[in-house]
């Protein structure tokens, strides 16, 4: 199942593959080590809640979906959704490497992911990030989310500000 865009070769799909939820977490960890100095305690969280989702797909595929961008096969993004109630959704691993950025790919992802979680039912959809992730902020107020909690903690290594995001559907 992919989606493709002819202008700038970026192919979007939905089938985890082997290998696929350790290269996620790899490139979590290596651009957001090296753009905003997480330590390592940043992956091995990214990859604690990537193994739980990919026992949970296994079992049951409704309990979340992927999307992997690829640009001439290469990774150069992704975006989750996980079922956190019958009600609720989480918004997950979100990024686009900096090599893909400008491309509108971020903007599809997320397109792909709100379509999933409406057609799914959700009543609500919730996400935490950190308030330098500025691009990603616009897009998620943009998509109707609103911050209802934002608080300064030292976390991975470093002081970040953490925001909750939600959208009540």
């Given at each position: 199942?992919?989606?493709?865009?002819?202008?700038?070769?970026?192919?979007?799909?939905?089938?985890?593959?082997?290998?696929?939820?350790?290269?996620?977490?790899?490139?979590?960890?290596?651009?957001y080590g090296e753009q905003y100095?997480?330590?390592?305690?940043?992956?091995?969280?990214?990859?604690?809640?990537?193994?739980?989702?990919?026992?949970?797909?296994?079992?049951?595929?409704?309990?979340?979906?992927?999307?992997?961008?690829?640009?001439?096969?290469?990774?150069?993004?992704?975006?989750?959704?996980?079922?956190?109630?019958?009600?609720?959704?989480?918004?997950?691993?979100?990024?686009?490497?900096?090599?893909?950025?400008?491309?509108?790919?971020?903007?599809?992802?997320?397109?792909?992911?709100?379509?999933?979680?409406r057609e799914g039912g959700f009543e609500r959809?919730?996400?935490?990030?950190?308030?330098?992730?500025?691009?990603?902020?616009?897009?998620?107020?943009?998509?109707?989310?609103?911050?209802?909690?934002?608080?300064?903690?030292?976390?991975?290594?470093?002081?970040?500000?953490?925001?909750?995001?939600?959208?009540?559907?």
């Amino acid at each position: 199942m992919a989606i493709t865009s002819s202008p700038t070769q970026i192919t979007i799909r939905y089938d985890v593959r082997p290998g696929d939820l350790g290269a996620v977490t790899a490139m979590q960890g290596i651009e957001y080590g090296e753009q905003y100095g997480m330590d390592i305690t940043f992956e091995a969280d990214v990859a604690r809640g990537m193994g739980a989702f990919g026992r949970a797909i296994a079992e049951d595929p409704d309990s979340g979906r992927m999307w992997i961008a690829e640009q001439g096969g290469e990774m150069v993004g992704s975006i989750a959704v996980t079922r956190e109630t019958e009600s609720l959704a989480r918004l997950r691993w979100f990024l686009v490497r900096r090599v893909a950025r400008g491309t509108g790919v971020g903007r599809r992802l997320l397109d792909e992911a709100m379509a999933y979680i409406r057609e799914g039912g959700f009543e609500r959809v919730e996400l935490e990030t950190f308030s330098e992730l500025t691009t990603a902020a616009r897009m998620y107020l943009d998509a109707g989310f609103e911050v209802v909690d934002a608080a300064p903690r030292l976390q991975w290594g470093r002081e970040i500000e953490l925001r909750h995001y939600e959208l009540k559907l």
